[in-house]
Antibody, heavy 127, light 108 residues
Framework: QVQLQESGPGLVKPSQTLSLTCSVS??????????WSWIRQYPGKGLEWIGY???????SYNPSLKSRLTMSVDTSQNQFSLILTSVTAADTAVYYC???????????????????WGQGKAVTVSS | EILLAQSPGTLSLSPGERATLSCRAS???????VAWFQQKPGQAPRLLIY???SRATGIPDRFSGSGSGTDFTLTLSRLEPEDFAVYYC?????????FGQGTKLEIK
């Protein structure tokens, strides 16, 4: 059973850097075949796709965040990470990591899109 | 960027009734690459429907999806108590992937 778990600080000061890690169990990132994604949910409940990373390190970012965003993958630790710089109060959200099956592909759970999610990490940007 | 507008914002129904949720895209979603998610309080979203009309593993057949182009629908044929939640549509045809703002399905 594949499980994802986010970790990182719950409070970040404005203008500083947000760093989150997603630990994957039950599947190997180096096995390939999936896109490992970050999605955030604002306090008003809207969802925003942040970006994804492939096991090779190939990334795709939401253009709205691209200038502040870096994703990385550590296959030896079976983890992938998000770094968001110069945060403001607008970055306050619950951050989810999720497995993206990829359009046209299927897993044991579903096809095409986000089939497995972490429980979410609440992050507040405040001084 | 494709914008998704969901309606209604809130739907008040009783168990056993039929629910129809709408998702309208700002431009045609190629390939009908639209998914629906269910979210309950304190939980992550759960994949219900992908490719507009295909149910994910373990999803009861009272959930059905339809649509193409710019108009998509999620139908719950007979509401069970556990179905009362927030539902989101998502398009994954064009990057950046986007979500609708959600429809809250509440008990009347």
């Amino acid at each position: 059973q594949v499980q994802l778990q986010e970790s990182g600080p719950g409070l970040v000061k404005p203008s500083q850097t947000l760093s989150l890690t997603c630990s994957v169990s039950g599947a190997s990132l180096s096995g390939g075949g999936y896109l490992w994604s970050w999605i955030r949910q604002y306090p008003g409940k809207g969802l925003e796709w942040i970006g994804y990373i492939f096991h090779s390190g190939t990334t795709s970012y939401n253009p709205s965040l691209k200038s502040r965003l870096t994703m990385s993958v550590d296959t030896s630790q079976n983890q992938f990470s998000l770094i968001l710089t110069s945060v403001t109060a607008a970055d306050t959200a619950v951050y989810y990591c999720a497995r993206d099956v990829g359009r046209g592909f299927c897993s044991e759970t579903g096809c095409d899109t986000f089939d497995i999610w972490g429980q979410g990490k609440a992050v507040t940007v405040s001084s | 960027e494709i914008l998704l507008a969901q309606s209604p914002g809130t739907l008040s129904l009783s168990p056993g009734e039929r629910a129809t949720l709408s998702c309208r895209a700002s431009q045609s979603v190629s390939g009908s690459y639209v998914a629906w998610f269910q979210q309950k309080p304190g939980q992550a979203p759960r994949l219900l429907i992908y490719h507009a009309s295909s149910r994910a593993t373990g999803i009861p057949d009272r959930f059905s999806g339809s649509g193409s182009g710019t108009d998509f629908t999620l139908t719950l044929s007979r509401l069970e108590p556990e179905d009362f939640a927030v539902y989101y549509c998502q398009q994954y045809a064009h990057s950046p992937y986007t979500f609708g703002q959600g429809t809250k399905l509440e008990i009347k």
